[in-house]
């Protein structure tokens, strides 16, 4: 139980295009989800913390024109990188906060983002 | 603000040893503490998780604990194998306010 599913798990995009990541709940529901960003060799940083029905808690020093997150339904938290530049280049993983179980957090499979 | 960190950065054993990977964390007041398994390029495996209120669990050749007030975690893994390679995260939960990483240990077991 407790997995979200996280697609597309590859995406090349060109300079200046916009590229939507989606995460999605499959068995439960999902009031808060997180969004991680890991450059190369190093750990996972907080960006944003959405709640369903709300406006997304960006973390300082996180653009959020330009990381734009929905998180519009229960089971679905979107991000949009838009105007991608090669420095968005990145790993980025979400994460959903599961409440009523000991699991504690479940995350993503994560998504390798390549703007060339 | 609460900072995590890990050590040893990177390690490497011979397949069949047991090993130690430390987590320290500055603030002590948290909710719990998790250890995850990251392969190459790849997501988060949920490893274990460790409330506030306990001291340790375990999972097969998997043991961690935790002291609170010393603002330490460790996991320790037995009878090593080559399938354990991978770099390991542990992370603090402050009370669901945000979730804050380490930066990892690679570990690599050699056959």
């Known amino acids: 139980g407790a997995v979200v599913s996280q697609h597309p798990s590859r995406v090349i995009c060109k300079s200046g295009t916009s590229v939507k990541i989606e995460c999605r709940s499959l068995d439960f529901q999902a009031t808060t989800m997180f969004w991680y960003r890991q450059f190369p060799k190093q750990s996972l940083m907080l960006m944003a913390t959405s709640n369903e029905g709300s406006k997304a808690t960006y973390e300082q020093g996180v653009e959020k024109d330009k990381f734009l997150i929905n998180h519009a339904s229960l089971t679905l938290s979107t991000l949009t990188v838009t105007s991608a530049h090669p420095e968005d280049s990145s790993f980025y993983i979400c994460s959903a906060k599961v409440t009523g179980e000991v699991y504690g957090y479940t995350f993503g499979s994560g998504t390798r983002l390549t703007v060339v | 603000k609460q900072e995590v960190t890990q050590i040893p950065a990177a390690l490497s054993v011979p397949e069949g040893e047991n090993l130690v990977l430390n987590c320290s964390f500055t603030d002590s007041a948290i909710y719990n503490l998790q250890w995850f398994r990251q392969d190459p390029g790849k997501g988060l495996t949920s490893l274990l998780l460790?409330?506030?209120?306990?001291r340790e669990q375990t999972s097969g050749r998997l043991n961690a604990s935790l002291d609170k007030s010393s603002g330490r975690s460790t996991l320790y893994i037995a009878a090593s194998q080559p399938g354990d390679s991978a770099t390991y995260l542990c992370?603090?939960?402050?009370?669901?306010?945000?979730?804050?990483f380490g930066p990892g240990t690679r570990l690599s077991v050699l056959p």
């Open positions: 460790i409330q506030s209120s306990q």
């Open positions: 992370a603090a939960d402050n009370y669901g306010q945000n979730f804050v």
